[in-house]
C-alpha cells in the first residue's frame, strides 16, 4: 500500500487499477492463445503466429497509448508499460511482450515523424494489427559512427543498410530502419516494406527468447521513393529517445517474468516434499524464497518511479533513471530465474519444465537496449559530470548574486519569496497559476518575483513550470542573511552620532569580525570610499588586544560591525579594546520578533540564538555606554 501512494503522486493514475484493466480485458486472450503454445514454440524455436498479435491488436494493446487521430486509445506511456508487466506475468512469456511493444514503437515513431502518407499507409494499419512494424537501428557499433549509408539521388535514396539483429524480424510488415547522409553527414530514418525488392530478411536464433522472431534484416543498394524518408535530419536524438524507451518496456517484459517465474516457483515447491517435509519449509528455500521477494519489490519500485519520470523529466535525468531501472531489473531477473533453476535442482537444467527457459529468456535482457556493463558505465559518467556541473551552478549563482547586489529589488524579490512562502512552494515543480493562487497575490508580482529568481539561477525553468534548484537554496537564504544586515546598517549609521562624519574621513578604519565578513566589507566600502575596512574571524585575530587591558595603541577603529557567530564577552571586550574613543561596536542578533530570516540565522551559527536583549548584555557587560537598538536585530554601543 505505501508503494501505491507514492506513486500515485507522480502518476495521474492508480498502478494497481492498471494492472487489474489489463487482467480483465487481456486475460482470457493470453490464458487461451499465448499460454498453451510458450514451450513448444521454445523448443522448435518457433515464433508466435501474426494471428496472434492481430488479435492482441484488436483487444486494444497496440493501440493503448497510440493517439487517438489515428485510432488508438490515446492513453500515456507510462500507463501501457505498467499494463506490458502485467501482461507480460499472465503470459509467462517475455518474447510476445517484448515484440508487442516493438509493434507499438514502429508506429509511434511514425506519428512522430508526423508525415501523412506514412502515417496512413503503415501507423494506422498497426492500430488494427492489419501491418506490424519493427525498429532496426542497432548495428552492433556506436551510434555515432553508423556503417549503414544512405545517398539521395533523383529517383529517391540509394540504401546501403545491413542490421544484424532485428528483433521481430520474422514478423513484420514494415521497418523503420536508419543510415547516415553520405551529403550531410547527419543520421536520417526511413520506412522500409517487406515487399521491397531487394529487402533481405534471415532468420535468427538465439539461447533464449524464440518467440518473437528474432531476424537479420539487410537492403544493400535498394532505391527507395522519397516518400519512405521518415526524418531528414537528427536521426541520434529520435534513436536516443526510442532507446530510453525500449529500456523501460524492456524492464516492464522482465519484472512480469520475474513474477511470473516466483508464483510457478512457489505453486510447484508447495507440492513437493523432502524428508517428510515440505519443501518450502526448509530454512535455506525460505531465505531464498525471501532474497527472491526483495528483488521483485525493489524492481517493481523501480520501475513504476521509472514510468513515473522517465517521460515526464528531462532528458539527461530521464535517460539516467531509465537506464539505472533497466539494469537493476535485468540484473535481478537473471538472478531470480538462475535461483528457481537452483531449488529445483538438476531437473531445473533440463526441457521438460519452464525453469530453465525462464533463465535463457531472462539472459536476454542483458543485452537488450544495451549492455548492461555499457549502462553503468555511462551511469558512472554522468554522475561525475553532474557534481561538476554542480559546481558550476553554485559559482555561477554566488556571480550572479555578486553582481546584482546593489540590486535593492533582487533583495526585495527574494525576501519576499522566502517569507510568503514562494520558496517553499517551489521545491516541487509549479506554474506561475498555481503560485499565484497558492500566495493569494496579483499575477504581474508573482511573475515579476520569479523572473528574478529565474535570473539569479535559484529557480530553473523547464517550459511552463519553475522549481527551485536544491543545489542553491540554502546559499539564497545565507545569503539573505547577510544582505539584510547591510541594508539595515545605513540607516543606523546615519543616528550614530559623529560615526558617519568619521568614517568619510581619510584614515578611517573599520574592522568586520565573524561570519560574512565579506559581504558587509563590501557594501561599507560602497559607502565609505576612504575608509580602511579589513575583516578578522575573530575581534583578538591579529590585533594583539588582550581581555581586562585597553591602551590607545589598540584603538585603531572607528567601528568594529561583529556578527552573531562569534557574540560571546571575550570577543565583545576584545572588540572594545580595538575602538578608539568615541567609536562604535554594532552587534548584529540572530533572532529577533518579526523576522522571517532569524531561523536561519541561527542555523547559521550553528544553532546559538543571539536575541536583541542578549546583545543589549553583552555590550553593557563590556563597559560600553549609549546602548541602542535598530530594526532588523541590530545593537549599537559607544566607546567613552
Not at 533464449?208 to 537479420?216: A, I, N, R, V, Y
Not at 556578527?563 to 571575550?570: F, L, P, R, Y
Amino acid at each position: 500500500m505505501a508503494d501505491t501512494v507514492c506513486i500515485r503522486e507522480t502518476l495521474s493514475f492508480d498502478p494497481e487499477w492498471i494492472a487489474a484493466d489489463a487482467r480483465r480485458k487481456y486475460g482470457p486472450f493470453i490464458r487461451d492463445a499465448v499460454v498453451p503454445g510458450v514451450a513448444s514454440r521454445d523448443r522448435t524455436r518457433t515464433p508466435h503466429d501474426r494471428s496472434v498479435f492481430q488479435e492482441a491488436a484488436r483487444l486494444g494493446m497496440i493501440g493503448y497509448s497510440l493517439p487517438r487521430s489515428i485510432g488508438g486509445q490515446g492513453r500515456e506511456t507510462s500507463a501501457w508499460g505498467l499494463a506490458l508487466e502485467e501482461i507480460s506475468f499472465l503470459s509467462g512469456d517475455p518474447g510476445f511482450t517484448v515484440f508487442l511493444d516493438i509493434a507499438v514503437n514502429a508506429a509511434q515513431l511514425i506519428v512522430a515523424a508526423g508525415r501523412p502518407g506514412l502515417i496512413e499507409r503503415y501507423a494506422e494499419p498497426s492500430v488494427s494489427g492489419a501491418m506490424l512494424g519493427a525498429v532496426a537501428f542497432s548495428e552492433g557499433r556506436d551510434q555515432l559512427d553508423p556503417a549503414c549509408r544512405a545517398k539521395p539521388t533523383g529517383e529517391g535514396w540509394l540504401l546501403h543498410v545491413r542490421k544484424p539483429i532485428v528483433l521481430g524480424a520474422q514478423l513484420a510488415d514494415y521497418f523503420i530502419v536508419s543510415a547516415m547522409d553520405e551529403d550531410s553527414g547527419d543520421l536520417v530514418g526511413f520506412v522500409l516494406d517487406r515487399a521491397d525488392p531487394g529487402l533481405l530478411i534471415a532468420p535468427l536464433a538465439g539461447t533464449g527468447l524464440h518467440s518473437p522472431g528474432f531476424g537479420s534484416l539487410a537492403a544493400m543498394d535498394v532505391v527507395v521513393g522519397h516518400d519512405r524518408l521518415l526524418w531528414d535530419h537528427d536521426g541520434l536524438s529520435q534513436i536516443m529517445s526510442y532507446v530510453r524507451r525500449r529500456r523501460l518496456m524492456m524492464a516492464a517484459s522482465m519484472s512480469g517474468v520475474m513474477r511470473s517465474a516466483f508464483e510457478a516457483c512457489l505453486e510447484e515447491l508447495s507440492q513437493r516434499r523432502r524428508g517428510g517435509k515440505v519443501v518450502l519449509d526448509f530454512a535455506n528455500v525460505q531465505k531464498t524464497i525471501g532474497e527472491m521477494r526483495v528483488a521483485i519489490e525493489t524492481s517493481r519500485a523501480m520501475l513504476r518511479q521509472g514510468m513515473a519520470r522517465g517521460f515526464t523529466s528531462d532528458e539527461s535525468e530521464a535517460y539516467e533513471l531509465v537506464s539505472a531501472t533497466k539494469q537493476h531489473v535485468a540484473d535481478r531477473a537473471v538472478w531470480l530465474t538462475q535461483a528457481v533453476v537452483q531449488l529445483f535442482g538438476f531437473e531445473g537444467f533440463l526441457n521438460t519444465g519452464p525453469w530453465e527457459r525462464y533463465a535463457r529468456d531472462a539472459l536476454a535482457a542483458l543485452a537488450g537496449g544495451g549492455p548492461q556493463e555499457t549502462m553503468l558505465l555511462h551511469l558512472g559518467q554522468c554522475t561525475i559530470s553532474q557534481r561538476d556541473l554542480r559546481r558550476q551552478r553554485v559559482k555561477r549563482f554566488q556571480a550572479k548574486l555578486d553582481e546584482l547586489d546593489r540590486s535593492r529589488w533582487t533583495l526585495t524579490a527574494l525576501t519576499t519569496a522566502l517569507e510568503s512562502g514562494m520558496l517553499a512552494r517551489l521545491s516541487a515543480p509549479v506554474d506561475l497559476a498555481d503560485l499565484t493562487s497558492h500566495l493569494s497575490a496579483s499575477p504581474e508580482l508573482v511573475s515579476a518575483t520569479v523572473d528574478v529568481l529565474v535570473d539569479v539561477k535559484a529557480v530553473r525553468r523547464s517550459g511552463d513550470l519553475f522549481v527551485m534548484d536544491d543545489e542553491v537554496l540554502p546559499m539564497v537564504e545565507d545569503h539573505l542573511t547577510a544582505l539584510s544586515a547591510c541594508t539595515g546598517l545605513r540607516s543606523a549609521l546615519r543616528d550614530l552620532e559623529g560615526l558617519d562624519e568619521r568614517l568619510q574621513k581619510r584614515g578611517s578604519a573599520v574592522l568586520c569580525v565573524g561570519g560574512h565578513g565579506t559581504e558587509r566589507a563590501g557594501a561599507l566600502g560602497r559607502w565609505f570610499v576612504a575608509a580602511d575596512i579589513s575583516c578578522q574571524a575573530a575581534a583578538g585575530a591579529g590585533s594583539g588586544a588582550a581581555a581586562g587591558s585597553r591602551s590607545e595603541a589598540d584603538a585603531t577603529f572607528d567601528l568594529v560591525w561583529m556578527s552573531a557567530d562569534c557574540a560571546t564577552s571575550e570577543q565583545v571586550e576584545a572588540a572594545h579594546h580595538l575602538l578608539q574613543a568615541g567609536g562604535w561596536i554594532l552587534l548584529q542578533s540572530n533572532c529577533y520578533a518579526g523576522d522571517a530570516l532569524s531561523r536561519f540565522r541561527a542555523v547559521a551559527t550553528d544553532g546559538r540564538v543571539i536575541t536583541v536583549d542578549d546583545a543589549r548584555h553583552l555590550l553593557e557587560a563590556a563597559g560600553l555606554t549609549d546602548v541602542r537598538t535598530f530594526p532588523d536585530g541590530l545593537v549599537a554601543a559607544r566607546s567613552s
